[in-house]
């Protein structure tokens, strides 16, 4: 597609549900981020995928916390056991990747609207 | 210390006039470094890169000083349009080849008063 596509736009669920966030990327960015940002707070990077490299997922806050990248494209996060203060927008973001393109610019992020999380 | 500091505002300046904007970084072996746009309940826009030599765009001038470990950016002629919150990126990590997790500010809050 055009740009990076996430969806649900919005999500209301209750406290100790499963949610799933999908991610679509601009097509041919290798690189895939997620990153959460709370009301009036900065971007907390939550995991990267690069390829087919072991996903950096330094930035997950906790177990409950899971995601995965399919065919190298589509990526789904996934929270278990919602908690409170889960909620927040949770934002997707795609890149060339260096690599591919010898150029340090390559890793301009694209982001997706968001996912707004409400948990109850 | 964080990773990457700004000060968050607001600034509430009035139109027309000029606006910068300071960020530091703890890392000095960063390479690459960016600013972005967010506005109100959206998701961050690229802005401008940050180049070594500093580099503008018509009203927008980027700043990297490496010695004192910060980036600048300066908005001239500020617009309405411009009220938003800018975001400093860094990317912490010595790479030729990786993307890695590009680290973000808090972000500076503008508002461009009429």
């Known amino acids: ?12 669920t209750e406290k100790g549900k499963d949610v799933e966030l999908r ?3 601009i097509s041919g960015h290798t690189a895939l981020y997620w990153y959460r940002q709370s009301l009036g707070q900065g971007l907390e990077f939550l995991i990267y995928f690069q390829g087919n490299s072991a996903p950096d997922k330094s930035g997950l806050p906790s177990d409950r916390f899971s995601a995965e990248r399919t065919g190298g494209s589509v990526s789904t996060l996934t929270i278990q056991r919602t908690q409170q203060e889960d909620s927040a927008v949770y934002l997707c973001a795609s890149s060339l990747w260096v690599g591919d393109t010898g150029y340090s610019g390559a890793n301009v992020l694209t982001f997706g609207a968001g996912s707004r999380l ?3 | 210390r964080k990773e990457v500091e700004q000060d968050p505002g607001p600034f509430n300046v009035p139109e027309g006039a000029t606006v910068a904007f300071n960020c530091t970084y703890s890392n000095s072996a960063s390479q690459s470094f960016f600013w972005y746009r967010q506005d109100c309940r959206k998701e961050p826009k690229l802005l401008m890169s940050v180049y070594s030599s500093g580099n503008e765009d018509g009203r927008f001038t980027a700043q990297l000083n490496r010695a004192s470990q ?3 950016l300066l908005i001239r002629d500020s617009k309405l349009s411009d009220s938003a919150t800018y975001l400093c990126v860094v990317n912490p990590l010595i790479s030729n080849f990786g993307n890695e997790k590009l680290t973000f500010g ?4 503008l508002t461009i008063i009429p």
């Open chain 1, 118 to 120: 409400t948990v109850l």
């Open chain 2, 106 to 109: 808090t972000g500076t809050r």
């Open chain 2, 70 to 72: 910060y980036i600048s």
């Open chain 1, 1 to 12: 597609g055009a740009g990076v596509s996430q969806s649900p736009s919005n999500k209301v």
């Open chain 1, 23 to 25: 991610c679509d990327p």
